[in-house]
């Protein structure tokens, strides 16, 4: 039978040559349709690392000689500034409903706002004494520019605590060192692999900043900050606060378990935030953490992205779908006296639509295994879409690449396949239903 059906296909090879490219077509566009759509499914289901939920960034700021609200009688000097900050965040920090609490640098949520630095951090190395050729060699070589995120070292300020930041080795609530300086970082997970190959070779190790090396102190789960985009890799910076940086400096504070948080926010905003002022300092803002995560998966167009990849995929499977069932069908449609024939000599109607959906298999199987070729090629040069992160595509040869490479070949195949059959099968289905002889009036 496989004989017979290539001595078809080569008799028909002017006809089957268009299906062919036909098929072609179709591979490429709905894989490249599906590639974009695994890449989020593969980021949606990536650990936030994080938990912002019933965290609150409140903002202090000061009024300035130029605002009518300023009061010349409290001008101050930078200290007396900062021991003004100091009494609104104890104010805060001993709230009965807050459980932990961090300072930060002006940073909305946990990581930053995902700036990337081009500071040229780079791994152990020779050292390099004063030869500054010899570090720019370095620096051209080994340097990446990572998210940099700085946490104060104030008293009882617990930045993994309030964010719930998990440890990259044990899996639980990350737990610093107390005797962190300006020299202790906390590196993500995949920063730690990128350096030194796994997070436990990374802990003790140190990033050059230029000349200062930062000693890390340990390893933090990767944290997602936008939604449906990759983790960036990230230094958390311990910091020493100096008198004028209080004015700079964000509270974060996470609420105790079971605190009603409607109510609390209600009593902050109506009568604690009014109260909030010493000198010209005072009390800007108090909002929730999840309100700057939304905020900025609208401001990298998350939500109307989502919807333009979803569109973009179901017009690619219709049009895909329209395409090969109708030269399917129109290619048996055409061979209806062959069937009838067939019918005459005695064979069964399953016969007949075994041949026709062989014959489609073979074409199919013919045609997407050039389009893969152009796919795989289009994979080196490029790598797989990562639609959402605008920055970097996602090479083959990652984690995952693969085994992303095979579930999007083997979706695009299987449904190519379905369509194909589909239009072969169904209308010889119904022409193995007419009687021969009607069959045969077409000959």
């Not at 940073?107 to 930053?112: D, E, I, L, Q, Y």
């Not at 050059?208 to 990230?234: E, H, R």
């Not at 919807?307 to 995929?313: D, I």
Request: glycine share 6%; hydrophobic share 40%; proline share 3%.
């Amino acid at each position: 039978m496989i004989k017979k059906i290539f001595h078809i296909i080569y008799n028909e090879r002017r006809e089957n040559s268009w299906i062919v490219v036909e098929i072609i077509a179709a591979s490429i566009m709905l894989w490249m349709a599906f590639d974009p759509l695994f890449t989020l499914a593969r980021h949606d289901n990536i650990e936030d690392g994080y938990d912002i939920d019933g965290t609150y960034m409140i903002d202090f700021a000061r009024y300035e000689p130029y605002d009518y609200r300023y009061n010349r009688a409290n001008y101050e000097t930078e200290a007396k500034t900062g021991e003004s900050y100091i009494h609104l965040h104890n104010i805060v920090r001993n709230l009965p409903e807050v459980e932990s609490y961090c300072f930060t640098t002006q940073t909305k949520f946990p990581g930053g706002n995902q700036q990337y630095f081009n500071v040229g951090y780079f791994r152990d190395s020779i050292n390099v004494g004063g030869d500054q050729e010899k570090l720019r060699e370095i620096i051209s070589k080994e340097s990446l520019t990572f998210n940099t995120h700085e946490v104060y070292n104030i008293e009882g300020n617990n930045y993994f605590t309030t964010f719930r930041v998990k440890d990259a080795l044990t899996g639980e609530i990350f737990k610093p060192r107390k005797d962190d300086t300006e020299g202790n970082i906390y590196v993500s997970e995949n920063l730690a692999k990128e350096f030194y190959g796994s997070a436990s070779e990374a802990i003790g190790k140190k990033i050059y900043y230029g000349y200062a090396g930062l000693t890390i102190s340990g390893v933090f789960k990767d944290m997602q900050l936008i939604d449906y985009c990759t983790p960036p890799q990230t230094i958390i910076r311990c910091k020493n606060v100096q008198p004028a940086e209080y004015r700079m400096i964000n509270l974060h504070i996470r609420l105790k378990k079971g605190v009603d948080r409607v109510a609390f926010e209600k009593r902050f905003k109506e009568e604690i935030m009014p109260e909030l002022k010493a000198g010209n300092a005072y009390c800007q803002s108090f909002t929730p953490n999840e309100i700057f995560r939304e905020q900025m998966n609208e401001t990298r167009e998350i939500p109307s992205k989502l919807t333009m990849y979803n569109s973009m995929a179901l017009f690619s499977l219709f049009t895909v779908f329209l395409g090969m069932l109708s030269a399917f069908w129109i290619r048996t449609s055409a061979r209806k006296s062959e069937i009838g024939i067939m019918r005459s000599v005695g064979a069964s109607r399953q016969a007949i639509i075994k041949q026709f959906v062989t014959e489609v298999a073979l074409l199919v199987n013919i045609g997407f295994a050039v389009a893969m070729l152009f796919v795989l090629h289009y994979l080196y040069v490029n790598g797989f879409t990562n639609p959402l992160d605008g920055y970097i595509n996602i090479k083959f040869v990652d984690i995952g690449g693969p085994l992303h490479f095979a579930a999007v070949t083997a979706a695009t195949y299987i449904i190519l396949m379905l369509f194909a059959i589909a239009g072969a099968a169904i209308p010889a289905w119904r022409i193995t239903k007419i009687l021969p002889a009607d069959a045969l009036k077409e000959e």
